[in-house]
């Protein structure tokens, strides 16, 4: 069966204390993996795409990256503005163009 | 552009009543999906369309029909609610499946007592 499991469930940083989370998945031909920002109230804000093991895609303090198995969300010197649930979400085999979501992690980053 | 936009914001009903959701994008796209988001249980996926006259059911259909008469235009509705529809929905769209980055709107908080 189809899995995708965030850790944490929910973070507290230090304003410019880096940390990473994680997407692991368990999905039968991966598509694709996509992250996207959360916050209270609102729709989910698309931030990254990746196809393949071993890419890496940054947006300003985010990096993103991925292997066969998972991928980190990387934010380096968070600020208190990036406080948001983070989501992850998988596509699978072509043809199928739905989006499989993990439960996210909501990230807060105290001044 | 507004890109997705979603009526009404709010909704309270009484178990059995009915009621239709609007969602429409700008973007040109052809997929439309149509998602409820509880805690604990991330964003599950109810409908979709791949384009203009398509419905397809995904992971929690019961209770809800769908209907995609114009492009730019996705409809939910409930025809009985539940309490168990209490929720947030959300409408998202996509350009196509090689292009699948979702685009989400602000989504519709309803409550079915």
Redesign the interface.
């Known amino acids: 069966e189809d899995q995708v499991t965030q850790s944490p469930e929910a973070l507290r940083l230090q304003e410019g204390e880096s940390s990473s989370l994680n997407c692991s998945y368990t999905v039968s031909g991966l598509r694709g993996l996509f992250w996207y920002r959360q916050d209270p109230g609102k729709g989910p804000e698309f931030l990254f795409t990746l196809y393949s093991a071993g890419e890496e895609k940054e947006k300003e303090r985010l990096k993103a990256t991925l292997t066969k198995k998972e991928s980190f969300l990387h934010i380096t010197a968070p600020k208190p503005e990036d406080s948001a649930t983070y989501l992850c979400a998988v596509q699978r085999v072509a043809g199928a163009n739905n989006l499989f979501f993990g439960t996210g992690t909501r990230l807060t980053v105290i001044p | 552009n507004a890109g997705?936009t979603q009526t009404p914001k709010f909704r309270v009903l009484k178990t059995g009543q009915s009621m239709t959701l609007l969602c429409a994008q700008d973007m040109n796209h052809e997929?439309m999906?149509w998602y409820r988001q509880d805690p604990?249980?991330?964003?599950?996926?109810i409908h979709?369309s791949?384009g203009e006259g398509t419905t397809a059911k995904?992971?929690v259909p019961d209770g809800y029909n769908v209907s995609r008469l114009k492009k730019q235009n996705f409809l939910l509705g409930l025809e009985s609610a539940a309490p168990s529809q209490t929720s947030v929905y959300?409408c998202?769209s996509?350009y196509?499946?090689s292009r699948?980055?979702?685009?989400?709107?602000?989504?519709t908080r309803l409550t079915v007592l």
């Open positions: 997705v997929y999906y604990g249980m991330g964003l599950r996926l979709y791949v995904g992971e959300f998202a996509s196509s499946d699948n980055e979702q685009f989400f709107g602000p989504g």
